[in-house]
Every structure is written in C-alpha cells, then in structure tokens.
C-alpha cells in the first residue's frame, strides 16, 4: 500500500492574494466609486483585474478604474452586501444583433469564465 502526502500543495479552497487590482470605478459624489456587478446567480460582487489590459478588454477603453489591494476592496464592498470577489471576469452578455425584420435577437450567453472568490 502507498501513501502518497503532499504537504506543499495548497488545499483548493485557500485564497491566494491576486496583489493590487485594477477596479471598475463610477463617478460619485465625492470623487470615485467602486462599481458592483452581479454574478449569474444575481448575488453582488466586487471586481477587479489583474491587469489594465484585461479591465479594457472586458469593460472598454472608457472604463475608468482605480487600483486597489484586495483587501481594501473586500473591506469596501462588504459594507454593501458584496461579499464575493470576482476577478478577471469575461463578459459574458452577448452583443444584440438586428434581424433583417428590423427586429433585435439576443443569442443565449455562455457560462462566465471568472474566478470568484468569497470572504
């Protein structure tokens, strides 16, 4: 009989800090306010993104954006009932296309590719 151990292998369900953030942020009465979205089952998250890049790719190049630890955004959002973490989400609505009827068709969106993470 072999035991195989694996002391160095982190337990699936342990957080890694993803370090300094790039999150979607709104205009408000006193500067800047972080942006919450909802997941697909509808409960609130806060995102953020590992890179520029990646927060331009999903949200667009207008998207204004602070950085932030992990940290500070989960002690943010928390107050507000957000207490999951997304990060690096992909958009996951699909683009509206008019019919030749004049009409708009909506095709059905895919699973999210994200990595949620809660408190």
């Keep these: 009989m072999c035991l195989f151990q694996y002391e160095d292998d982190p337990e699936p369900e342990e957080q890694v800090p993803a370090g300094p953030l790039y999150v979607p942020v709104r205009p408000g009465r006193a500067g800047v306010v ?4 909802r997941t697909p089952l509808g409960a609130r998250t806060a995102v953020g993104f590992t890179s520029a890049e990646r927060l331009t790719a999903t949200l667009g190049a207008a998207q204004p954006w602070i950085r932030l630890s992990e940290s500070a955004l989960r002690a943010m ?4 009932g957000a207490s999951v973490l997304t ?3 992909t958009l996951t609505a699909p683009a509206v ?3 030749a009827t004049g ?3 909506t095709p059905v969106p895919q699973a999210p590719e994200t ?5």
């Design 115 to 119: 990595a949620a993470r809660t408190a």
């Design 97 to 99: 296309t008019a019919t």
């Design 103 to 105: 009409s708009a068709t």
């Design 87 to 89: 990060v690096d989400p």
């Design 77 to 80: 959002a928390e107050p507000v």
């Design 34 to 37: 972080v942006r919450l979205f």
